[in-house]
């Protein structure tokens, strides 16, 4: 039984100490947010060919430049 006792109060002490270091990180690491922006090409997007469509459907007007008013 000693052993036991042993056992569990070594588990208890490092879930102790896990948890003391999870309340260290929450309470003394302050993330800092910022804005991430990536351009995919649109090539990367499409693959490296169209794919195929069904008969009688449009072709999507995808491009990697805008379009300009007018064309």
């Given at each position: 039984m ?19 270091g ?6 003394f ?17 499409l ?25």
């Open positions: 000693p052993t036991l006792f042993r056992l569990l109060i070594t588990i208890l002490f490092l879930a102790g100490l896990v948890y003391a999870m309340f260290a990180l929450v309470s690491v302050e993330p800092n947010p910022k804005d991430v922006t990536l351009r995919i090409p649109t090539r990367e997007l693959g490296e060919a169209a794919p195929t469509r069904p008969v009688g459907m449009p072709t999507p007007n995808v491009t990697s430049t805008p379009a300009t008013p007018g064309q």
